[in-house]
């Protein structure tokens, strides 16, 4: 599971574009925002099976990806947390995770880009390490790689060495 925060500063004129984009990012019907005096909040969710592009179907099932969206808007400031996990019979596909996620991230940018809105996101540093174990290459963020530099493999679940 990745969970990853993106901070908007918006006129409140605004927020009903913010909320369309969502509409538009995520299923229509899976969503729900309410109003509390100077605060808005709300969710947007979708299960979304993973696209044609790659042919998973030799890892024995279907693979699914549960991707949601939470946000808090409050004195001029629109703040998403995403949270995302993609799952196959356990396996989490963690490079493909990271390209979608990204690839939101990316569309809101260039939203807050187009409407002159600040925004405070700092990208995520990844790398790709093979297991010396079983072979399977993942990508770990830094937070992911403990002060022994170690990581547990996302496959086999045997711990190895990588560099920072």
Known sequence: MTEMKLTIKMPEDDLHLALEHMKREFSPGLHKTWSCGTRTVGFFF??????????????GGSELAAFGITFEYAAGELEVDYVTSFVNKGMCLKGLENTLLDASIGRWLRLAEDHGWETDYAPRKFKGHE??????????????????????????????????
Do not use: M, T, W
């Open 46 to 59: 979708r299960f979304h099976p993973i696209g044609s592009a790659v042919d998973y179907s030799s890892l």
């Open 131 to 164: 297991c010396p174990q079983c072979g399977a290459i993942y990508v770990y963020e830094d937070s992911e790689i403990d002060e022994k530099s170690q990581v547990s493999c996302q496959n086999c679940g045997k711990r190895f060495s990588v560099e920072k």
